[in-house]
């Protein structure tokens, strides 16, 4: 699935959820992204079985996966809404600041990153929010026919500013 921009479809920014691998999105009672799109850039698939353990990185797959670089765009007061990704995304920060805040083990968790850091997202629930806007590339990698995201409700610890709680 192709994805538009969020500046030429802002009424889509539902579809837009599905932006950081783009392979589908589910659960549709959660809140849908808010000042927040992606455009895929290259989608994939990795049929072969990949295994390197080289210089202190180690990347293996046990079956073939879907891959999917896509350019996220926080406008002011953007949110991408709780969700996880059933698989891993390596997200690199452009510009602006993206705040990520995380669940785990019931207790939430914040962390800011800016221009030339990156982050791994992975099946932890977690939310991406940007006060005055950023950009970000993502390359996902999920199991094959799998879907990128899945949307969340906002767990019990979810509190404070840009993050959204079910209402």
Request: charged share 20%; aromatic share 4%; glycine share 10%.
């Amino acid at each position: 699935m192709s994805l538009t921009p969020m500046k030429t479809k802002m009424p889509l920014l539902a579809a837009a959820a599905m932006a950081i691998a783009g392979l589908g999105a589910s659960r549709s009672s959660a809140t849908p992204p808010v000042n927040w799109g992606g455009e895929t850039l290259v989608k994939t698939n990795l049929d072969e079985i990949a295994k390197v353990n080289d210089e202190r990185i180690k990347f293996q797959t046990k079956d073939p996966i879907d891959t999917q670089t896509v350019r996220l765009e926080w406008s002011a007061n953007g949110s991408s809404v709780w969700h996880h990704h059933p698989g891993m995304v390596l997200v690199q920060v452009a510009s602006g600041t993206i705040v990520v805040t995380r669940e785990e083990n019931g207790r939430c968790t914040t962390q800011s990153y800016g221009p030339g850091e990156s982050f791994v997202e992975g099946d932890s629930p977690h939310v991406g929010t940007s006060v005055d806007g950023a950009v970000a590339y993502a390359v996902a990698l999920v199991a094959d026919g799998q879907p990128g995201r899945v949307n969340d409700d906002a767990p019990a610890c979810a509190s404070g500013p840009g993050v959204r709680t079910p209402g």
